[in-house]
Structures are given as structure tokens and as C-alpha cells.
């Protein structure tokens, strides 16, 4: 008698993407529709999970080409556009040949991918810091150095020393760890792109926070930026201690 279409679903679902060709072999012969949707289900995730991979293996020339600078550590920075809150920076060290499936520039991924990529790299990560600028700074010294600052702080922060930094576009001064400044580089390189996701999560969860402490200028949603429904409540409430002053002259 045959497998029933329930069993041979838990068979796929406990071989993975890496051991259902065996079951596609065996039940080839099964003419059930629902089991022809099962290998042909698995089929399609296993060929995406192959783009995946190669998308992966293209965002990881920097790191292959760098190797042998020794630990290789991406650097990049959130929140240097908005009115209020601290600028983040990010650095990250990823072990080698390390896959983490959906990491990409933070920008292009969803809020709710961003905070399950923050966990698995956290988890992942040889090491990992943030640098955190506060606004008060940022009027002091201007938001490059701030920036700068921040990915400083960072990399201070990492439980051992890089080899090298891969960095989104900037040369960070003050430095002596060799630097490769890459344009658009969350984008190219992994261990940026995983930097990326931890700067802008940490800073979007202390804009959250920020919510509580100072409401109405809607910080849970609009994390800062300049949106119409902020800048209206900054025109109505007036700063708050966490605005820019040299971010906000247009609107007060």
C-alpha cells in the first residue's frame, strides 16, 4: 500500500533542502498529484536556494580577495539623514564561507527580515559591535564626524582585532587597521550588508524606545526622518531633546 501524501510530506520536510533528491527518486513513480506537487515543491526551493547561494558567493569577492589580511570586519553606519536620534555604526566579523540566506543591503530588506537577520548574525558573527553618536554630539562635531566617530567606537568595541575593514564608501580617520572604502557597498559585500542590518536595527529599536520617552512626534514609525507627519509635530510640539538643532533651522 501507498505512503500516504501526509507522511511522504514529513519525509520531504525532515530531509531538507539537501537530502529530498533521494525522495524525489523514490517517488518518482507515484502518479498522485500530491505527490508530484511535493517534488516539485521541493525542486523549487532547492533551485532557489542555489540563486541564494550564488548571490551569496558574488557578495563575498571582497572578503575572498582580502583573505589573507587575516580577520576581515564590514563597517557601516544608520540614521546620518534623519532630524532626530543618534547616527548607529555597525562592525561586524563573519567567520569564512559563512552563509547567512538573505543578507543584503538593510535598506532593501523588510523591518521584520531585518530583526530575524539581526539575531542570526549576532549568532554567527566571529565578533560584533555597534558605535552609538548621540545628537548632542552630532551639533557638536557635525554628522560626518559623527559617523566617523561612530564606526571608531565600533570597531573599539569588537572582542578582537580586524585584519582589515571592508567600509560603505567612507575612509574612516584616525585609524590604523588597513581600510578598503567600497561604493555602494552593502550592496557588495556580505560582511557590510550584515554591519548594515546591525546598525539600523539597534538604532530603529532605541527610536522605538524614544516613542515612549517623547511621544508625539511619531519616532516609532518615521525613526527620525524628516516625514510630513514629523516635521508637522516638531512645528506644533517643538524640539525635542533628541532633534538635531543643526538638522532642524528649516522647520522651527
Known amino acids: 500500500m501507498n505512503k500516504s501524501i501526509s507522511v511522504i510530506r514529513q519525509e520531504f520536510e525532515a530531509a531538507g533542502t539537501e537530502g529530498g533528491e533521494e525522495l524525489c527518486r523514490l517517488y518518482a513513480g507515484d502518479e498522485r498529484t500530491g505527490v508530484q506537487k511535493l517534488i516539485a515543491g521541493y525542486r523549487k526551493k532547492k533551485e532557489a536556494l542555489e540563486k541564494e547561494r550564488e548571490r551569496l558567493r558574488g557578495m563575498s569577492v571582497y572578503e575572498a580577495e582580502y583573505e589573507s589580511c587575516g580577520l576581515i570586519c564590514g563597517i557601516d553606519e544608520a540614521g546620518r539623514g ?13 567567520p569564512k564561507d559563512c552563509e ?28 560584533c559591535a555597534v558605535g552609538i553618536i548621540s545628537p548632542e554630539r552630532i551639533d557638536q562635531i557635525n554628522i560626518l564626524q559623527a559617523t566617523y566617530e561612530a564606526m571608531r567606537e565600533a570597531v573599539s568595541g569588537l572582542n578582537v582585532k580586524p585584519g582589515v575593514l571592508l567600509n560603505d564608501a567612507v575612509t574612516i580617520p584616525d585609524m590604523t587597521i588597513p581600510q578598503i572604502p567600497i561604493i555602494k557597498g552593502d550592496a557588495k559585500s ?8 546591525l546598525a539600523k536595527v539597534t538604532r530603529d529599536r532605541i527610536m522605538t524606545q524614544y516613542e515612549e520617552e517623547f511621544p508625539g512626534y511619531g519616532f516609532a514609525s518615521n525613526k527620525g526622518y524628516g516625514s510630513a507627519e514629523h516635521i508637522a509635530a516638531l512645528r506644533r510640539l517643538g524640539p525635542s531633546p533628541i532633534h538635531r538643532r543643526s538638522f532642524i533651522g528649516h522647520f522651527v
Request: aromatic share 4%.
Open 100 to 127: 547567512i540566506y538573505g543578507v543584503n543591503d538593510s535598506k532593501k530588506l523588510s523591518a521584520k527580515k531585518r530583526e530575524q537577520l539581526y539575531d542570526e548574525i549576532r549568532e554567527k558573527a566571529v565578533a
Open 190 to 197: 556580505v560582511s557590510i550588508a550584515a554591519a548594515s542590518i
Open 82 to 94: 534623519p532630524l532626530a536620534g543618534p547616527v548607529v555604526a555597525g562592525a561586524v566579523i563573519l
